[in-house]
């Protein structure tokens, strides 16, 4: 687990030096909405089923 964090942290500071830090918060934003679509996969639409039990 050290081992992948360290990694992700050697990317970032990559992908910082590379693109500079005015594409920074673009880079974050899509990298949070893909994390939130695999937790939405992941949970297999649970809270697509709980959004339409509301509705009702």
């Known amino acids: 687990m050290q081992d992948l964090l ?3 942290v050697v990317i970032l500071v990559i992908v910082f030096l590379w693109r500079g830090t005015k594409t920074l918060p673009e880079f974050g934003r899509t990298l949070g909405k893909a994390v939130s679509a695999l937790r939405r996969e992941a949970s ?3 809270g697509e089923t709980r959004d339409e039990e509301r509705r009702d």
């Open 6 to 8: 360290l990694v992700l």
């Open 44 to 46: 297999g639409g649970q």
